[in-house]
């Protein structure tokens, strides 16, 4: 198709082309962003804890006054717990991933190194920890029994022998080596701590340090006592043995508090709350911004028909068909479309470094830019097709009296 004459009649309707051009811009610059937006969200609240989530439930306690002998305590109410009917394995440990603790610590692979090498989270718990956990080992071994120490006998100068690291904070520390007996400086102890495993993945307790080093994590066989218990059982069972481990642990100690309790996937869904929430809003961000932009493009597109009328009857009159009438108005909008979407990416990336400037947010991935400009493209198809559809129904007869 000649598109010369389409361009001669834009020309002629410089506003209403403009107004096309301009919401169209600006719709393909939110929407990229939008989606964007969207797409970050989704991936973080897709990120693998490493973990077994659906078996797992968690427990935190607290208990009235001091206990002077809570290593002692917490193996009796770990024994409690593994009796309970339905329990698989269960562990002490100072935390599951994304609930309200966090332990960090800095690592340098050098004694007297001035500048650590990174800053991992840290995961400490009992014999049973990696099976309560659901850990998948890739190199190297599980804690031996005789490496376990008592949180409470650890004092200045106890050395921890042995850590197990996730494959990407070994990668990291060690790359293109094998990280297994290797040494590790932290502030566990004066000794250095040397690497027996390596695990599939593990999730950090909660994104300090950013995306990157979501899995810079590490286990040490330390026994906690910090009241907070993990269970892994069958994922159909795990209210049912909530239950019972909780007043198991209130039938070992009648002035405990039970702080928290609850699935692990509980736990996960509330710490992306907001995450899905804000997905969920920039949906319909976009969904409304499409809607309004369709809805506009059909508005225009009915008034130039109706200016048009004895345009089409003309051409009608001189031999076009119905499909030739309606390819004419459905180009006349790719031509707007794709002038709107051009200054549109334009404008997503600016919109993108603004963004940038006052929000911690990655730059824009080139691929969401055809994405937008497709989903444009097709609107834009979309609703130019009714108009275009009645001003291609004009009889000739109308023409031969609007002449």
């Known amino acids: 198709m000649d598109i010369r004459p389409i361009l001669s009649t834009l020309r002629r309707h410089k506003t209403a082309s403009a107004l096309i051009v301009i919401e169209i811009a600006l719709s393909c610059a939110i929407v990229c962003n939008a989606l964007f937006l969207i797409g970050t969200r989704l991936d973080r609240m897709a990120r693998d804890t490493g973990m077994a989530n659906d078996e797992i439930v968690r427990i935190n306690t607290a208990g009235i006054g001091t206990d002077d002998n809570a290593d002692a305590a917490v193996k009796t109410d770990l024994a409690a717990l593994r009796a309970v009917p339905g329990v698989k394995y269960a562990t002490s440990t100072n935390h599951v991933p994304f609930d309200s603790s966090s332990w960090n610590s800095s690592v340098s692979i050098k004694p007297d190194q001035q500048i650590p090498s990174m800053n991992a989270g840290v995961y400490l718990g009992d014999e049973q920890m990696l099976e309560t956990f659901g850990l998948k080992i890739i190199a190297g071994r599980d804690f031996l029994p005789e490496e376990y120490v008592d949180m409470g006998k650890i004092k200045i100068g106890t050395s921890i022998p042995s850590a197990i690291l996730t494959r990407a904070m070994a990668e990291k520390l060690f790359p293109g080596e094998s990280a297994l007996g290797k040494l590790l400086h932290d502030s566990w102890g004066e000794k250095p701590i040397k690497i027996v495993g390596v695990v599939e993945s593990l999730i950090r307790p909660n994104d300090n340090g950013g995306p990157a080093e979501a899995q810079y994590s590490m286990l040490l066989p330390i026994r906690p006592t910090a009241g907070r218990f993990a269970i892994r059982t069958s994922p159909e069972r795990r209210e ?164």
Do not use: H
């Open 240 to 403: 049912e043995v909530l239950k019972a481990a909780v007043a198991a642990l209130e039938k070992v100690n009648r002035s405990r508090i039970i702080m928290d309790q609850g699935t692990f996937t509980d736990v996960i869904g509330e710490y992306y709350r907001q995450d899905k929430a804000m997905a969920w809003l920039l949906s319909a961000v976009c969904i409304a911004l499409m809607v309004v932009t369709a809805l506009g493009i059909v508005g225009l597109a009915s008034f130039w028909v109706q200016q048009r009328t004895k345009q089409i009857g003309v051409r009608r009159a001189l031999g076009a068909t119905r499909s030739q009438i309606l390819r004419y108005f459905q180009t006349e909008n790719f031509l707007l479309a794709s002038i709107g979407i051009v200054l549109g990416m334009l404008g997503a990336f600016g919109l993108n470094q603004l963004l940038m400037t006052y929000y911690e947010l990655p730059r824009l991935p080139a691929m969401y830019l055809p994405v937008g400009a497709v989903a444009l493209w097709m609107l834009g198809q979309i609703a130019v097709y009714g108009p275009a559809k009645r001003a291609a129904a004009v009889p000739p007869a109308v023409a031969t009296r609007s002449v």
